[in-house]
């Protein structure tokens, strides 16, 4: 089944404490990109990824890192995660950047 | 800062025709998009206008005039399982990097809510 996952679902953590959460698509997708959805601000994109080692910032990139060091995966780094990153999660994919995404479940992150 | 505008909610009844609207301010970008995302879900696609004019697909329709910076999205014999939060989208302004492709800006979202 052509799909986009993303681990973990949930996430409670405490603020300074490294996470990674991972995204990964099974269409041979060359596009992928990572989003946060907050109440009131609708999607706003973080990092976005045109190919295999082409990454480049969306919007709100600050506290983020990215990497796309194969073409299936593209990982959400947060290497000293703080309150104002709770958020619901989204990572997308699509064939190329002009073409439909397809999105993931989504990750709900709690930062204490 | 978001260049799209969209009303925040909207209600309508069942079978009836309702029309979302987003504006936005940008001298230029690739084309405009529509998200539908259910509560608890993810966004999924509907519609896309790389063109100016009407683009249909079943009871949705999209519309874009870049001239008078408009689009809308559409949507015909209005069903309970249409309530949900409808996006529209921009791909690359031109302001925001130089206009990158893979840049996608969002609107923030308009709650439709569809009443028997």
């Known amino acids: 089944e052509a799909q986009v996952t993303q681990n973990p679902r949930y996430l409670i953590t405490v603020t300074g404490k490294k996470l990674t959460v991972t995204c990964s698509q099974n269409?041979?997708?060359?596009?992928m990109s990572w989003y946060r959805q907050d109440p009131g601000l609708g999607l706003r994109q973080i990092y976005y990824s045109m190919n295999v080692e082409v990454t480049d910032k969306g919007d709100v990139p600050e506290g983020y890192k990215v990497s796309r060091k194969e073409k299936r995966n593209f990982p959400l780094i947060l290497e000293s995660p703080s309150p104002n990153q709770t958020s619901l999660y989204f990572c997308?994919?699509?064939?190329?950047?002009?073409?439909?995404?397809?999105f993931g479940p989504g990750t709900r992150l709690l930062v204490l | 800062g978001q260049s799209l505008e969209q009303p925040s909610e909207v209600t309508a009844v069942e079978g009836a025709i309702v029309q979302i609207n987003c504006t936005y301010q940008?001298?230029?970008?690739?084309?405009l998009s529509w998200y539908q995302q259910h509560d608890g879900g993810a966004p999924t696609f509907l519609s896309y206008n790389a063109l100016d004019g009407l683009e249909e697909t079943g009871r949705f329709s999209s519309f874009l005039s870049r001239s008078d910076s408009y689009g809308y999205l559409l949507l015909q014999e209005l069903q309970m399982k249409d309530s949900a939060s409808y996006f529209c989208a921009v791909r690359g302004l031109l302001e925001n990097y130089g206009g990158s492709q893979g840049n996608l800006i969002f609107g923030k979202g308009t709650k439709l809510s569809v009443k028997p």
């Open positions: 940008t001298s230029g970008f690739y084309g």
């Open positions: 997308a994919s699509s064939f190329r950047a002009l073409e439909t995404q397809y």
């Open positions: 269409m041979n997708h060359e596009y």
